[in-house]
């Protein structure tokens, strides 16, 4: 069986040390690097384990004394120190994402007033080991992709919470769709697992049919089973975070720029706008002069978790600010501003920027749609049908149209009517992605939605219109072909030069000549240029078009090499149907 991420990690505890120091011990004795999702076979890691042990042990230190020096240098692009992960929960309803990420309060919250109260912002801090894990407190794919659609992504790893006695549900098949979209690593709770009709190696083969297969099988997803109304195994969940935390290097400098988030915002009665961010990167000071998104003000006062004022937020924290003028929306970006009339200066500008443009979007056509996307290499889709066999059905279908012409991802396959989370997975990936409904329709609250963040629904009852449509789209993204059309044909007689540069006198032998035409220069049957008539006249006139039987004055675009015998062969490019 192969070492698995869980079995390094364990390891690494017993000898008292990170999974990222034994990897780095593994990497310096040639191993090859760790990475998530590598393993090394049994046998070749228990003779590094021996030898790391043996080279440590004789001289029975604590384990406080790692021999640290092997740690990697960190890359150039990631600089500054670890920082706390960021955790977002997701998952089907009904399968514990709220109950797991209330029994992570209760266990693990330091208490950082006098009874511990929390407030309730949005995200809390969890602690192990002295170590740091940020939860949003928004569970499910909703708010996680709503935010991402604003073109933000505060999360770093994702919890997919899993009911033993369910299985993996409609939901949990949207959640992975939304992680994957995000391409942020994740783990799974196999949660319930006290129930009695619990059933782990259902969830895992489940979970292994979504191309999730379990590090147990030989797979590289992580798993916990956990109960997270009992509070059992949660500690290991989280270990398994900061070990995920570990591998993917997260860091973040406290006093470089900043990148914060917001994920939370209201009007409070009392106190006006109030917003949580969650910082990424740098820190984010009390006075401070902010923009967020068309909104800005000078931050009076940023409050943690338990209520506490505080003068600064560094990374992974977050905090409640006040001092906004208006409420800013979620997933927005905060930047900070010299001063207050930069800000306001900046908000504005963007206020004005953003009124619109997107808003359109929705009521192009989906050929004006592809004609404003120039790089759609590969058409994205998320279709929705009434049952799994329609759903299949009209996968293939798809994928027949497109052949090998154009890539197609499916974003989502979803049974059941296009939802808002449908169309706030579209709005987040990058690039055209298309929503497409067979026999299925949109709801109301999700046109809306797809109305404003400029998303297209296509709903068809009838499988051929569907296939028309796709048809089209790719069409569009090939963009059209063209046939060359011959128009005519004349040769050179002399050559004489003007300001402009060379103009050939020819005769017109077949067809005519046109101004503004495409044209190929012939020697001795040879191909030796291929451009444009720049100019066309006969005598002292510019004419459009000469016919055969006449002379006339031809300067081709771009080339000066004509010579007297060379044939010029006209023609136009004329758009074909694929
Ligand atoms: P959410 O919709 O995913 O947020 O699910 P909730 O956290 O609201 O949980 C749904 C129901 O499952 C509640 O009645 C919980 O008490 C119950 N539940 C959650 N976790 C566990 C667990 O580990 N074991 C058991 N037996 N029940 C649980």
Redesign the pocket.
């Known amino acids: 069986m192969p070492v698995t991420r869980k079995r390094i990690y364990t390891i690494a505890k017993e000898l008292g040390i990170t999974s990222k120091e034994l990897i780095a011990k593994l990497e310096q004795m040639g191993m090859p690097g760790l990475k998530p999702a590598n393993t090394v076979d049994a046998e070749e890691y228990s003779l590094i384990v021996n030898l790391y042990t043996e080279e440590s042990a004789p001289t029975s230190e604590a384990p406080e004394a790692p021999p640290v020096q092997t740690a990697p240098e960190p890359s150039p692009t990631k600089q500054g120190a670890p920082r706390p992960p960021i955790v977002s929960v997701l998952?089907?309803?009904?399968?514990?994402?709220?109950?797991?990420l209330?029994a992570i309060r209760h266990t693990r919250v330091a208490a950082k007033e006098a009874g511990g109260i929390t407030q309730g912002i949005g995200a809390y801090q969890a602690e192990i080991h002295g170590q740091r894990i940020t939860f949003i407190d928004t569970?499910g794919h909703k708010a996680f992709t709503g935010m991402r659609a604003r073109g933000a992504q505060a999360t770093d790893i994702a919890v997919l919470?899993v009911?033993a006695d369910d299985g993996v549900m409609a939901q949990t098949v949207e959640a992975i769709n939304h992680i994957r979209a995000a391409n942020i690593p994740m783990i799974v709770a196999i949660?319930?697992?006290?129930?009695p009709n619990a059933d782990v190696d259902k969830v895992m083969s489940d979970l292994a049919k979504q191309g999730l297969t379990p590090e147990e099988w030989g797979g590289d997803t992580i798993t916990v089973p956990?109960?997270?109304?009992?509070g059992e195994r949660i500690d290991e969940l989280l270990e398994m975070i900061l070990l995920v935390a570990e591998m993917e290097d997260i860091r973040a400098d406290p006093n470089g720029p900043l990148e914060a988030i917001i994920i939370e915002s209201h009007l409070s009665k009392g106190r006006g706008p109030v917003a949580t961010v969650i910082v990424r990167d740098g820190t984010l000071h009390e006075r401070d002069c902010i923009i967020a998104g068309s909104t800005y003000g000078r931050v009076k006062a940023l409050i943690d978790e338990a209520g506490n004022r505080i003068h600064a937020a560094g990374p992974g924290e977050a905090v409640e600010i006040l001092g906004l003028e208006e409420v800013p929306g979620v997933g927005t970006k905060i930047e900070v501003a010299k001063n207050l009339n930069e800000a306001k200066r900046k908000a504005e500008k963007r206020r004005a920027e953003t009124t619109t443009p997107r808003r359109s979007r929705a009521r192009m056509s989906v050929e004006e749609l592809f004609l404003q996307e120039e790089e759609a290499d590969k058409l994205q889709l998320i279709i929705k049908s009434a049952s799994t066999g329609a759903l299949e059905a009209m996968r293939r279908e798809i994928e027949g149209v497109a052949a090998d012409k154009v890539k197609i991802d499916f974003i989502h396959a979803g049974v059941g009517d296009i939802t808002e989370s449908d169309v706030l997975l579209a709005a987040s990936v990058g690039g055209v992605c298309l929503i497409v409904g067979f026999g299925v329709k949109a709801d109301a609250k999700a046109l809306r939605l797809a109305d404003q963040e400029g998303v297209i629904v296509l709903t068809y009852d009838i499988i051929y219109d569907l296939i028309e449509e796709i048809e089209r789209v790719i069409r569009r993204m090939l963009g059209p072909e063209y046939e060359e059309l011959m128009l005519g044909e004349a040769e050179v007689r002399n050559v004489f030069k003007v300001p402009a540069g060379i103009v050939a006198g020819c005769y017109v032998n077949s067809g005519k000549v046109v101004r503004g035409g495409k044209a190929r220069v012939l020697r001795n049957e040879q191909e030796v240029h291929a451009g444009e008539i720049a100019s066309l006249r006969r005598f002292d006139d510019d004419v459009r078009e000469v016919q055969a039987g006449r002379e006339c004055g031809i300067r081709l675009k771009e080339f000066n090499d004509i010579q007297v015998g060379d044939r010029i062969i006209v023609f136009t490019l004329e758009e074909v149907n694929r």
């Open positions: 998952g089907h309803i009904d399968h514990g994402k709220t109950t797991l209330d569970p919470v009911a949660n319930k697992v006290d129930k956990i109960s997270a109304l009992k």
